[in-house]
Structures are given as C-alpha cells and as structure tokens.
C-alpha cells in the first residue's frame, strides 16, 4: 500500500484546513485510518482515528475541533481541522491499519507528513 497525504499549508489562527490521505497500490482490507501529528521536539500524538465501521477517536487536544471521515469507494481519508490555533503546527502523518492479503494478518503503515502551520 502507499499513501499520500495532501492539504496542508499556512493559516491563520481560527482557520480551517482539510488533510486528505488516499490510499494506493495492493492490498486487502484497510481497518482503521489515522491522523498523528509531531511538532518540533515533541513526540508524535494521535489526531483522530476512524474505523472500517466508522467508529472514531480523538486526541483531547482537537476534540470538539477536528473531524475525521473517510470514503472507502476512494480508499480516502479526510480530516477537517476547524478553529485551527498555534499550537496546532505540526507535521501531520497519515496512518492505515491494514491487511496486504485475504488471511494474513493486519499491520501499521505510515505515509509521509504534511505541514500544517498556524500563525498569523
């Protein structure tokens, strides 16, 4: 599988972006998508997550805020990041939980980040 992740950018504070993330090549069954993000000197934190089933999850720092959806027809991942602050900068990553082949087992894939700054 290969994943590239687009829509980040400048904005300015109280902005809004929207990540996308669309999934490629082979594979079987993606279960679960993620957004992570890492700014400088930190250490990656969880965004959101969202299921095959549609169950999601979000990091305390952007509830209420962020939005993530997906379309499985697109094998596509979005998030919508609203009332965007500074201390939303980060790299953001894009994350599958997914199955290479019918009856083999599920693994984490990470595709490259896309900058997300937030400044006036």
């Known amino acids: 599988v290969q994943l590239q992740a687009s829509g980040g950018g400048l904005v300015q504070p109280g902005g809004s972006l929207r990540l996308s993330c669309e999934a490629s090549?082979?594979?079987?069954?993606?279960?679960?998508w993620g957004w992570y993000r890492q700014a400088p000197g930190k250490q990656r934190e969880l965004v959101a997550t969202?299921?095959?089933?549609?169950?999601?999850n979000y990091g305390e720092p952007v509830k209420g805020r962020f939005t993530i959806s997906r379309d499985v027809a697109k094998n596509t991942a979005y998030l919508q990041m609203n009332s965007l602050k500074p201390e939303d900068t980060a790299l953001y990553y894009c994350n599958v939980f997914y199955s290479p082949m019918v009856n083999m087992p599920m693994s984490d894939y990470w595709g490259q980040g896309t900058q997300v700054t937030v400044s006036s």
């Open positions: 969202i299921t095959l089933g549609g169950n999601t």
């Open positions: 090549g082979s594979f079987f069954v993606i279960g679960r």
